[in-house]
């Protein structure tokens, strides 16, 4: 049962920071060539759907399965001290980024009404946001793939595969 909740982290763990990573790589560069009004609304849209179950399910069921994955391995080291890395890792550098960070900003963005706002107001949302929210998300992505080598490194070490 233990090798089975730690696959299952591996693998929520990795799509997790496959999401971050692709952002990183991939979605801020496309977004960044858009206009300002067009960034805006591109940002609002994909803030708005991410919130969905599938999303949920992989970044707060890793923010879950890590810890009970730590807890679960407790004495088995070097297993143990892998899976509190990442536990800790995720904890604060991906979830409390995402939560203290990139959530509040992602809520101001979406209160911002693109439609009536002037050109300037528009670009000095832009300004306010984009620089600080890729900046963030790039910390995610890192932390993120800290925690994946990590459980992936639980995984190699786990006596029980």
Same mark, same amino acid.
């Given at each position: 049962?233990?090798?089975?909740?730690?696959?299952?982290?591996? +693998?929520?763990?990795?799509?997790?920071? /496959?999401?971050?990573?692709?952002?990183?790589? #991939? %979605?801020? @560069?496309?977004? &960044?060539?858009?206009?300002?009004?067009?960034?805006?609304?591109?940002?609002?849209?994909?803030?708005?759907?991410?919130?969905?179950? +599938?999303?949920?399910?992989?970044?707060? /069921?890793?923010?879950?399965?890590?810890?009970? #994955? %730590?807890? @679960?391995?407790? &004495?088995?080291?070097?297993?143990?001290?892998?899976?509190?890395?990442?536990?800790?890792?995720?904890?604060?550098?991906?979830?409390? +980024?995402?939560?203290?960070?990139?959530?509040?900003?992602?809520?101001?963005?979406?209160?911002?009404?693109?439609?009536?706002?002037?050109?300037?107001?528009?670009?000095?949302?832009?300004?306010?946001?984009?620089?600080?929210?890729?900046?963030?998300?790039?910390?995610?992505?890192?932390?993120?793939?800290?925690?994946?080598?990590?459980?992936?490194?639980?995984?190699?070490?786990?006596?029980?595969?």
């Amino acid at each position: 049962m233990t090798t089975l909740v730690l696959l299952i982290t591996a +693998v929520l763990t990795a799509l997790i920071g /496959g999401l971050f990573y692709a952002y990183s790589c #991939s %979605v801020v @560069l496309g977004l &960044g060539k858009l206009s300002d009004a067009e960034y805006l609304k591109a940002m609002q849209s994909i803030n708005r759907e991410i919130l969905n179950p +599938v999303f949920f399910m992989s970044f707060i /069921g890793t923010a879950i399965l890590l810890p009970i #994955s %730590v807890f @679960l391995f407790r &004495g088995q080291q070097p297993v143990f001290i892998f899976l509190l890395i990442a536990a800790l890792a995720y904890l604060i550098g991906v979830f409390g +980024v995402t939560v203290a960070g990139n959530v509040p900003m992602n809520d101001t963005l979406d209160k911002f009404d693109i439609s009536t706002s002037t050109a300037e107001a528009i670009k000095q949302m832009r300004d306010n946001f984009e620089s600080r929210w890729n900046f963030l998300n790039n910390i995610r992505t890192s932390f993120s793939v800290i925690s994946i080598i990590l459980v992936v490194c639980s995984c190699i070490w786990n006596r029980e595969f």
